[in-house]
């Protein structure tokens, strides 16, 4: 640690600490509430620290043959390729669907920067259409206008855990004018739709374990297909990634330690602090200023090793459980919503959501400064999204709900500790 760090650590911590005296003499909470990497318990940890000890199997593809086995199985998918990110798995499955340059995919006007930047990075054109306010998935009204002949592939998302209002309908409009449908399960890993899991209804579809969303393997994300020919073309995409170098395996277990004791330990007030010291400088972020800017990272485009795989494997062991503990809190979110005059989400028949986030839409003031949740319901709220391609500031035309969406939904978060 250098000494210009070390002083600063040092600082931060005594202004930490001089915060929970101040609530302990004055009876507020010490711990205050978190939003991400809620489902790392003690067993990640011990996982990672175990990991971390013995180097000798770092390059063995075992563990994560076993995860992308049990992910498909779980999934009711019959393909599944691990990876780097929800935003690589993407990439594959650009790659799988065979998108040329110059050629067009439509996506809703209400997405993440990564997602539009993976069509990018493979020249692909971005068309984006508005989406509905019930779900905030594409509104199929408005995508037929925005086809044109080099039109190859339609992205739709099922965000904040629930199933997108139009699935059927974009599925069948795709299938109508002969084109490919990738779906965005990144917030949505385990919801179904007439029993079965969302992902397996399009031609391909992707899913995270980015430390935000359903499940947390810090980073990584998976890719996933019920169609042979398909399925070949994620294998070659899949086949000639590389994995990760030693160094950003370390800081990927060291950060499933750090955001356990940051982020969910019930003493993550003395905890955080202490564990800042020790893996502080290992911090990963998941998206750069650079990548924000449209620039592809040098390890773009890796697939997941052993060490992170086992995480996985561990976590994706709890996702059921996590998301039935996201049901109950949705209830009460329900009640809230009821009570003071907002809105629910709509959940479409035959649907079964699992609340990665609750999403609301409440005033502008409300979205703009969040505090009121903290002081009046002691939770911390997302603002997923602050712009309409997620966190880059941007101005996509004619998609009002999408701009709409953006200074008003607030998500509650539906694992509290
Ligand atoms: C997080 C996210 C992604 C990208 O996942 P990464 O694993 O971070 O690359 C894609 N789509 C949506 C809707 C997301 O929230």
């Not at 318990?41 to 086995?69: F, G, M, N, P, Q």
């Not at 084109?179 to 899913?207: Q, R």
């Not at 994706?316 to 503990?325: C, E, H, Q, S, V």
Request: charged letters at 25%.
């Amino acid at each position: 640690m250098t000494l210009s760090r070390g002083v600063k650590v040092l600082v931060d911590i005594g202004r930490s600490q001089a915060v929970n005296f101040r609530n302990l003499v004055t009876g507020r909470p010490l711990t205050a509430p978190s939003l991400g990497s809620m489902t790392l318990d003690h067993d990640d940890v011990v996982l990672a620290r175990t990991w971390l000890r013995d180097r000798s199997r770092w390059k063995e593809r075992v563990v994560v043959d076993h995860y992308e086995t049990d992910f498909a199985n779980w999934n009711g998918s019959r393909f599944a390729f691990a990876f780097m990110g929800g935003r690589v798995a993407l990439s594959a499955c650009i790659h799988a669907l065979g998108l040329q340059p110059e050629e067009e995919v439509i996506l809703p006007g209400y997405t993440c920067i990564v997602v539009a930047n993976a069509f990018h990075f493979a020249g692909v054109r971005t068309i984006y259409s508005d989406i509905e306010l019930d779900t905030y998935g594409l509104d199929v009204n408005g995508v037929e206008e925005k086809i044109t002949t080099r039109t190859r592939a339609i992205l739709l998302q099922h965000l904040y855990g629930l199933v997108c209002r139009d699935y059927e309908a974009i599925i069948d409009l795709a299938r109508r004018h002969d084109l490919w449908i990738i779906e965005d399960c990144a917030h949505s890993t385990g919801a179904t739709y007439k029993g079965i899991k969302v992902g397996n209804f399009g031609d391909v579809a992707f899913y995270t374990s980015e430390q935000s969303k359903v499940f947390n393997t810090i980073q990584g994300g998976i890719a996933v297909t019920n169609n042979n020919n398909l399925a070949e073309k994620l294998k070659e995409y899949y086949l000639q990634a590389p994995v990760p170098d030693e160094d950003w395996i370390e800081k990927q277990l060291s950060n499933v330690i750090m955001s356990y004791y940051l982020y969910k330990h019930p003493k993550r007030w003395l905890f955080g602090d202490m564990i800042e010291i020790l893996y502080g400088k290992k911090r990963v972020v998941s998206t750069t200023k650079e990548e924000e800017n449209g620039i592809k990272p040098i390890h773009y485009g890796q697939k997941m090793p052993d060490p992170i795989a086992a995480i996985g494997l561990n976590q994706l062991g709890k996702i059921d459980r996590y998301n039935k503990y996201r049901r109950q809190a949705a209830k009460y979110w329900d009640e809230w919503c009821d009570l003071n005059g907002y809105k629910k989400p709509l959940i479409i028949k035959n649907s079964n959501p699992i609340y990665l986030r609750y999403p609301v839409l409440v005033e502008p003031e409300k979205k703009a400064d969040t505090s009121w949740a903290r002081e009046k319901l002691g939770v911390e709220l997302g603002v997923w999204f602050t712009s309409q391609l997620h966190p880059v500031k941007c101005d996509i035309k004619a998609c009002p709900n999408a701009e709409r969406a953006v200074n008003q939904c607030i998500n509650f978060p539906c694992l509290m500790e």
